[in-house]
């Protein structure tokens, strides 16, 4: 507020790149079905090398503050598997927050695991020690621009929406995102910011605006 300026030291955990949705924008994705049959370099991180990157974390300027979890949406991973990788974060990294998994990554989960949208966040959140969702996944909410952009795995903008007010009600808040520079146009962005106004006013719970900016010719892979 006012003059008051405040940063985060975020060390990033990708704990899996193996992915059920395929985003013609994404260029970090092995696709899910071909989990043991390419040499793509699909890749799922255990706990013992999540300990690994949170050595990493501690040192270098005083420490991250902050440990920011996302991956792909795997199949393969039970709800068990996120609990043990977010109380390992916790357990070393105590004084960090633990900010993690998109909105869709949450639905996602719940989806494959078998359970309800609010247990799974109440798991997330009480056994796991979760203590924000990144607001990811959000893209552009407009159905038509985010049919050219995302596959149905990504959850619709309606529902993206909906699952931040269930999430925020519980207790989790997090950022809120826009990612713009691909076929949208002005119109969307308006309506984007707008919706997630509305939101904020309905179940707050959003702790920022984050837009980040399509970069294809920085993406190698
Ligand atoms: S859901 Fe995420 S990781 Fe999967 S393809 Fe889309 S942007 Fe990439």
Redesign the pocket.
């Known amino acids: 507020m006012g003059d008051t300026v405040t940063y985060a030291v975020s060390y990033n955990i990708n704990y899996s790149n193996y ?1 059920a ?3 013609p924008i ?1 260029a ?2 092995v696709p899910a079905k071909l989990k043991g049959k390419t040499q793509r370099g699909g890749y799922e991180l255990t706990v013992d090398d999540v300990k690994r990157e949170l050595e990493k974390a501690r040192g270098g300027l005083g420490g991250a503050t902050e440990i920011h979890i996302v991956g ?2 795997n199949p393969y991973l039970p709800l068990e598997y996120y609990e043990e990788v977010f109380r390992t974060v916790k357990k070393y990294m105590p004084d960090a927050t633990l900010k993690a998994l998109t909105i ?1 990554e949450i639905d996602f989960i719940a989806r494959t695991t078998g359970n309800s949208l609010k247990e799974t966040v109440l798991r997330l959140k009480e056994a796991g020690g979760m203590e924000a969702h990144t607001g990811g996944g959000a893209e552009i909410f407009d159905p038509e621009v985010r049919k050219q952009i ?1 596959t149905k795995e ?1 959850i619709s903008g309606e529902k993206w929406l909906e699952d931040a007010k269930v999430i925020h009600s519980l207790g989790v808040p997090g950022n809120s995102t826009m990612t713009y520079g691909h076929v949208e146009e002005w119109k969307h962005i308006v309506d984007h910011i707008i919706k997630i106004r509305e939101n904020q006013r309905e179940v707050p719970g959003f702790l920022s605006f984050i837009p980040p900016q399509v970069q294809p010719r920085e993406h190698t892979t």
């Open positions: 992915c949705a395929s985003c994404c970090f994705y792909g949406f869709p995302t990504k």
